[in-house]
């Protein structure tokens, strides 16, 4: 392998880095063969705080690591290096006089490291990220060759490490997003671009599994019902029709009807925004969302009380009652008289500035509080 080739491994080992489950592990493998070293290590600090952040490694030893992360990571002897400059550890400050430091002590003598190369990336808005690659003691010192691969790579670890962050935040918000449909007891069912089932969240991975009106089979969504599922399939090929020539699609609702008897499950079926540039029939093509009505909703006590200025009492009456109860029953199950509860609601109602008890059941249904 020439070098021009070892190089466009490691360039290609760095943009796969923050697909990996541990980023950039390869790259870090591979480049401590390159450089014949004992650690390779890249560290995302976030700036301006005293933690040590995301540590990523290859060798050394997990107790030096542990301390390295405790604290010791402010005692780096790389200082205010310039971006995109690298330099060994030699140059800075004698190895035998670097010895007598407690971060060699406890941190690089425990794994058998010696001599390092040290670079510097700062990215704006984003974390600080430290390179580090050390030999053991006894082997040559890093010299010109080594810090002219290092300085090479450094632009693309930049641009990857970019990317790592993007993704980052891109899951956190798909995450965020995800978690608030959970709490409004609504199921997300994917299709792909060929109507396949790629990915539901917990609510509908409930629903499917009873099959009671809807489930998945060999990868399609099923209903019970003959006529749904012909509608079904003629909704669904159609805006799947509609994305692939580019023309946006109307959202499509369906009810589906239970064998066991159970409400009508509601369905909405919602194009997912595409580029046409980018079409693949593996991407999200379409979402299926499906609302149980008997559900019931997990609003928490202190969070109506918050929000609303209730007591615990008056909060778990509105509570059950947003969860389909009449009166009766929230006063049976709260332990009370039918007398008490109507006093509990009347002062329900003179809190929200409302007068009925249906308007109270969409207040709680549509507020905050089955987000929290």
Partial sequence: MTVDDRFSEL????????????????????????????????????????????????????EGIARYRDGL?????????PPGEVVALHEIVPLETFEQTELYRLCMAPGGLWDSLGADIRIDGGPEARLRIARSRGARTFGKTEKRLCAALLPHLERAIRIHLRLHRTESERALYAGAVEHLAVGAVILDGKGVVSGANQMAAQLLARRDGIWVENGTLRVHSPREAAELRRLTNELLAERRAGRPGVVQALRITRPSGRADLGLIVRPLPSQPESEASELPGLAVFISDPEEQSEAPVAVLSKLFGFTPTEAQLALRLSNGLNLDEVASALGMSRNTARAHLRSVFTKTGISRQSALVRLILKSVASLA
């Fill in 11 to 62: 360039v290609g080992l760095i943009y796969e880095g923050p697909l990996e489950t541990s980023p950039w592990s390869g790259f870090l493998s591979r480049l401590k063969t390159e450089l014949d070293a004992v650690a390779t290590t890249l560290v995302l600090r976030p700036r301006e705080n005293d933690r040590a952040g995301l540590i990523l490694t290859h060798g050394g030893s997990s």
């Fill in 73 to 81: 990571f402010m005692a780096d002897p790389f200082v205010a290096l």
